[in-house]
């Protein structure tokens, strides 16, 4: 089977090196690995062969001499068989190894884009009543941000939330606010592999999962993994939710009365959500509460032995292997044991572990609960199958 290895360049104002052949491996890690969790920045680490002082910033004959500049170099990481981009980002720090046997490395770290908003402070004064997309762009073109000139693209959903008029957002964390947008709505911030921000608005919802990726019974189209990780416990448990609007005076709690009898009572807090409307806010505690008041058998995550797979299996694989927040369905038989089980599941973490001699790589999901029935659709519309409404 080939191995898709992965090409590592580096690029800044004083031009772009090609370092494949000094790498020794590579780690990278997207998205977040629990569902009630932030989407985190992104973050790599690539280490190098630095026999001959390639990657030293004071050897001025290295013909990578420039390359070294923490903060000011980008760091880009394709798959070398479909050139599809799996990170994209910033180099933080470089970490030198120097040893006697001279068989010397250094150690690239870097981030996503997304680590550009934890040191950027708003300096508005003020935002109108608007809805949640429009407020994300206020955001992002606030002038203690600048993002869109200062890193890249950004695709923003309208949304669905009309959040309420905020008086005093100066000095507020760029990342924080954002934050306080993707709780109001319901949606994400996350960025996919070539840089771009995205926010899915609560409007981004399942209809059919088209892709069904996963399976360990060989089904025609899907990839086998080499480990399946289960849980049935009550970590995700919440019972009474507890919101409160950023106004500092509105507080509302909902609760599952059936399920704090069964489970006694678990207590989630969701603050400073940009509208304080008391019927609101009880929609999104409800909306919590059906997620989250009962147990569930969960699919964490998976392993996929991407290196075993054929160069076309891995060309036709490459985008499932680099995006974050879409569906699919996980078919699986524990042990071999009795009838097939199929979750359906969001991708909503990503990680890459690639050595000379293979490529893993990690799929995090958000589980899925049994949806409504949704008319005309292939998956979701048969009767006699899902409910009608929750």
């Keep these: ?224 993994y080499t480990n399946i990780d289960i849980s049935y416990t009550s970590q995700l448990l919440y019972n009474k939710i507890t919101l409160n609007s950023n106004d500092n005076v509105t507080t509302r709690t909902v609760t599952a009365p059936s399920s704090i009898t069964s489970y006694q009572i678990a207590q989630l807090s969701i603050d400073n959500v940009l509208y304080n409307d008391s019927t609101r806010l009880d929609n999104l505690g409800t909306y919590y509460l059906a997620k989250y008041a009962n147990p569930e058998y969960r699919i964490n995550s998976l392993k996929v032995n991407f290196g075993g797979l054929s160069t076309a299996q891995q060309n036709a694989f490459a985008t499932y292997a680099t995006d974050l927040n879409y569906f699919c369905k996980v078919r699986f038989t524990p042990n071999n044991i009795g009838t097939a089980i199929d979750k359906y599941v969001k991708v909503i973490g990503l990680e890459h572990n690639i050595m000379p001699g293979g490529h893993e790589i990690t799929f995090m999901f958000e589980s899925i609960r049994v949806p409504t029935l949704i008319l005309d659709d292939s998956e979701f519309g048969k009767l006699d199958t899902y409910q009608l409404a929750l």
């Design 1 to 224: 089977m080939a191995v898709n290895r992965a090409t590592v360049s580096l690029t800044n104002d004083a031009g772009s090196w090609n370092v494949t052949d000094y790498v020794l491996s590579v780690n990278i890690s997207v998205g977040k690995s629990r569902q009630l969790d932030y989407y985190q920045p992104g973050s790599v680490t690539v280490t190098l062969k630095n026999f001959n002082r390639e990657f030293d910033p004071l050897n001025t004959s290295s013909s990578f001499y420039g390359s070294v500049l923490p903060r000011n170099t980008d760091i880009y990481i394709t798959l070398a068989g479909s050139g599809t981009k799996i990170f994209y980002g910033v180099i933080d720090d470089f970490m030198f190894d120097y040893n006697v046997s001279s068989e010397s490395t250094v150690t690239i770290t870097g981030s996503e884009f997304s680590s550009f908003f934890a040191n950027q402070t708003i300096l508005s004064t003020s935002f109108p009543q608007q809805l949640s997309g429009a407020r994300a762009i206020a955001v992002l073109q606030d002038a203690g941000v600048a993002y869109s000139t200062a890193v890249g693209a950004y695709e923003i959903d309208n949304g669905t939330q009309l959040l309420d008029a905020d008086t005093n957002p100066q000095g507020s964390n760029a990342l924080d606010y954002l934050r306080n947008i993707e709780v109001s709505e319901q949606g994400n911030f996350y960025f996919n592999q070539d840089g771009t921000l995205w926010f899915d608005d609560g409007s981004f919802a399942m209809t059919s999962p088209v892709n069904f990726l996963f399976s360990d019974d060989g089904t025609a189209g899907t990839y086998s």
